[in-house]
């Protein structure tokens, strides 16, 4: 009899992605290259020397990062929390490798838009190691948020001989997990500056394919300037944009235009709110040899200003598409549709040198026939200054009384620009380098004005505050980000109005990354240079009397179905109810968003009742979890028969 066990890591299988596309190339469960590049015959580069490549110090050992297990879990935290048993926005406090690998199973393709303002290597900034190898001694070190020196971070200084190599390393795992966080039609923006934004851009088109390159905005963040003691004075920064699958469903659709937008100011005989545009091509491939047959005459009649395709009597003036220069261009539409929509060409004079001539403008109506309006795409160059880290700090001043908080915050404006761009408001936002919440604050300034239901995964680090005073209240950029959250909270609620006849919601579950609940001396990978006896001594000490039990010394029941419900793929906003089956508890999990549900138990034995009950049709094929020690073997033999058992 073989009694699944509940999964007690989680680990990012490429194989197995490999194996759902070519299952015929694998052999004893190992990859056959001879027959993979069979398959592909064609395709396979073989020589690095035949294609264009980014290396760098380190980049072999990523991927063995990157499937390297996680061993930690997610740990709630009710008294820091907001609103816990309703909310479904989420907060957690820990390192956002390891938790991206646990939020890999439940929220594979569910985020709409990630947003990040990771570390701009600028010298300063903290950048962090990650362990290759994740013996027992990393884990012990990583889940306690410390390194073998009792400290997690360290700076990235220019001194360093691997100055860019670590800022790589460090990136490029989390963002190689980001895009499978992404759904098919799923957006990324990064903000970042000069100092890596060139690597950026490398390590993306790698990950995502420079085909799904959407552009790189150009943001006024600080108008005062660097104050650098020699060269240039910078005053802006960049936001990267790239989507996840450029052919399919396209997310960036722009802003919808306001009724009072003021390029619409001309209103036709009808009331309706236009714009005039020449139809003449500006731009790119704007020659005539571009396009021939959009070479083309109008006919113009003079007295009346009236226009037509066709040559007509009174219609003396031919008018092609000629820049100011007298060089040919072209029209933006065909002779076919200009006939077919010519009630929506006018005629203006314009003046070129000392001529009065003819040109032609299309009428662009603010609204479509279907009553909806156009939308702004996002420009390339922002210059607002409610975009600019000064603004920003106004926030801080507004909720903590001092605008020293939290150096160079980004505004919620910004964040809502990008929301805005997507034209979606129901959806799920990712920001793995959360700050001080600023995306958070966004998401509900925006819910607040158009109603939307967009919902947060903010992950941040619980690194130390530096400045020695605001340490004292806020040890961590984490606490500020959820007192800043809180404060928000508390402030959308006074404001009170219509916003919760929509039953909007300002709060938040807070999570912290942990040690995991599960005894885990047998699931370790070990590393043949490591002392592993040594290792595993220090562990088995740590558990001390619980070394031959299923779950550590310090375990709590809820901690435990977190965990579970993690690493058996369901979201962290699954519904937990204390049911009675006979006269045993039980907790059952529902997860709705992707209808999986469980029961679970975790006591020590069941009444004979209890086992027959679940035997029933009522609990057909439904799965249950027990602690393996609870039930006999004829129980495991009973119930496997009718319902879905694992053990831990």
Known sequence: MEIKRINKIVKTDIKEDLKNVFPEVFEDNKVNFEKLKSLLSGEIIEKEDDRFYFNWAGKNNLYKLIQSPAYGTLKPDKEKSVDFDNTENIVIVGENLETLKLLLKPYFGKVKMIYIDPPYNTGKDFIYHDNFKEPLKDYLEKTGQIDSEGKKLTTNTEASGRYHSDWLNFMYPRLFLARSLLKDDGVIFISIDDNEVHHLRMIMDEIFGEENFVGQIINKSNPRGSQEPYGISTEHEYIVCYVKNKEGIFSIQGRERDENDKEFSFITSEGKKARFLGLRKRGGDWKRSDRPNMFYPFYVNPETEELSVTPKPGYTVKVFPLRPSGEESRWTWSKEKAQTRIDELVVKKVKRGDKIVFDIYRIDFLEYDSGKRKREKLKSVWEDKFLNYQYARQYFKELFGSSEIFDFPK??????????????????????????????????????????????????????????????????????????????????????????????????????????NFNLKDEFQFDPSEDREELKKKYLEWLGMWVDQPLVFDWKEIDVIYEVMLKEGLNLNSKIEKIKIKDDEFYYVKDEVQDLDFYISLKDKFTPDTIEEIRTTKYKGKMFVFLDKALTDSDKINLSAFVRLKVI
């Open 411 to 516: 505004p919620p404006e910004l964040v809502k620009k990008l929301l805005i761009s997507l034209n979606s408001q129901d959806e799920l936002i990712l920001d793995f380098f959360a700050g001080s919440g600023t995306t958070g604050h966004a998401v509900w300034d925006l819910n607040k004005e158009d109603g939307g239901n967009r919902k947060f995964i903010l992950v941040q680090l619980d690194e130390e505050v530096q400045d020695e005073e605001i340490k004292k209240e806020f040890p961590t950029v984490a606490d500020i980000c959820i007192e800043r959250l809180r404060r928000v909270s508390e402030k959308y609620k006074k404001e009170g109005g219509n916003l919760f006849q929509n039953n909007q919601d300002f709060g938040f579950k807070v999570f912290k990354l942990d040690k995991s």
